[in-house]
C-alpha cells in the first residue's frame, strides 16, 4: 500500500506498472496539503485521521486466493 500526494499519482501508478503491478493499492491525500511541504504535527494529525480507515480497509480486506 501506498500513501500518495495527488499531485504524484501519476508517478507512482507508473513506478507501479513498471514493478509489474498495475494493481497495486494507493490511498491519495490532496490539498489543502502540499505535496512538497514540511508538514506540521497538527497536518499530520489531520492527515493521519483522514486516512486511517482506508488503511485500515486496505490492511484487512481478504485477497482472492491464488
Given at each position: 500500500?501506498?500513501i500518495v500526494?495527488?499531485?504524484?499519482t501519476g508517478?507512482?501508478?507508473?513506478i507501479?506498472?513498471?514493478?509489474g503491478h498495475?494493481?497495486?493499492p494507493?490511498?491519495v491525500?490532496?490539498?489543502?496539503h502540499?505535496?512538497?511541504?514540511?508538514?506540521?504535527p497538527?497536518e499530520?494529525d489531520?492527515?493521519?485521521?483522514?486516512?486511517?480507515?482506508q488503511?485500515?480497509?486496505?490492511?484487512?480486506?481478504q485477497l482472492p486466493?491464488?
Open positions: 500500500m501506498c500526494h495527488k499531485e504524484l508517478s507512482a501508478k507508473a507501479a506498472r513498471i514493478s498495475d494493481d497495486y494507493f490511498i491525500v490532496d490539498y489543502p502540499i505535496p512538497t511541504a514540511v508538514w506540521s497538527e499530520i489531520e492527515i493521519a485521521k483522514q486516512v486511517a480507515p488503511v485500515r480497509e486496505l490492511l484487512t480486506r486466493k491464488t
